[in-house]
T-cell receptor, first 113, second 115 residues
Framework: KQEVTQIPAALSVPEGENLVLNCSFT??????LQWFRQDPGKGLTSLLL?????REQTSGRLNASLDKSSGRSTLYIAASQPGDSATYLC????????????FGTGTRLQVFP | AAGVIQSPRHLIKEKRETATLKCYPI?????VYWYQQGPGQDPQFLIS???????DKGSIPDRFSAQQFSDYHSELNMSSLELGDSALYFC??????????????FGSGTRLTVV
């Protein structure tokens, strides 16, 4: 059974720092992995999608890497800003059933001025 | 760009009542997924539809049913509501059926509160 873990569960940093959020999954048979952002009580905003054949994806200050063999993905946020404060969720699409995204429990990030 | 539209945004119901949640996918997306997110929890898959047929089913109670219509919008019907059904319900859509090369686009969710 696929399990997705995110570390740390919470993170509080001053503005301007570069951050690394970690996502681990137990079964490397995945179709893709997606990073989302969720503001309190709000919907999920897709940040980056990495296919299983890819190693990384970049969008602006965000960079996500994928090491499928070791079951890990990292989300790198450069020059963090208070507006980055949110919960970040990673989700994997298992190769055997891509309808069911398996979500991690998230990293709650707070960036203070 | 058009996004996934969910209605209503908020819904308050009493126990044992019925609720209907609606989801309008992005144009030309033919696959719809429903997820439930309880307080402080990660989203859990409920059910999905591809080309108006049920594609897969997760941990969806028998009291819930869903369908996808000819215009690809979907409705989640919830009957005999219980306090534990209070949650944020998300709909997501993707093009070209599962598995998706394009990822999933989620709506803003419907917050259901059962009192």
């Amino acid at each position: 059974k696929q399990e997705v873990t995110q570390i740390p569960a919470a993170l509080s940093v001053p503005e301007g720092e570069n951050l690394v959020l970690n996502c681990s999954f137990t079964d490397s048979a995945i179709y893709n992995l997606q990073w989302f952002r969720q503001d309190p009580g709000k919907g999920l905003t897709s940040l980056l999608l990495i296919q299983s054949s890819q190693r990384e994806q970049t969008s602006g200050r965000l960079n996500a890497s994928l090491d499928k063999s070791s079951g890990r993905s990292t989300l790198y946020i450069a020059a963090s800003q208070p507006g980055d404060s949110a919960t970040y969720l990673c989700a994997v699409a298992p190769y055997y059933n891509t309808d069911k995204l398996i979500f991690g429990t998230g990293t709650r990030l707070q960036v203070f001025p | 760009a058009a996004g996934v539209i969910q209605s209503p945004r908020h819904l308050i119901k009493e126990k044992r009542e019925t609720a209907t949640l609606k989801c309008y996918p992005i144009p030309r997306h033919d696959t719809v997924y429903w997820y439930q997110q309880g307080p402080g929890q990660d989203p859990q898959f409920l059910i999905s539809f591809y080309e108006k047929m049920q594609s897969d089913k997760g941990s969806i109670p028998d009291r819930f049913s869903a369908q996808q219509f000819s215009d690809y919008h979907s409705e989640l019907n919830m009957s005999s509501l219980e306090l534990g059904d209070s949650a944020l319900y998300f709909c997501a859509s993707s093009p070209a059926g599962p598995p998706s090369n394009y990822g999933y686009t989620f709506g803003s969710g419907t917050r259901l509160t059962v009192v």
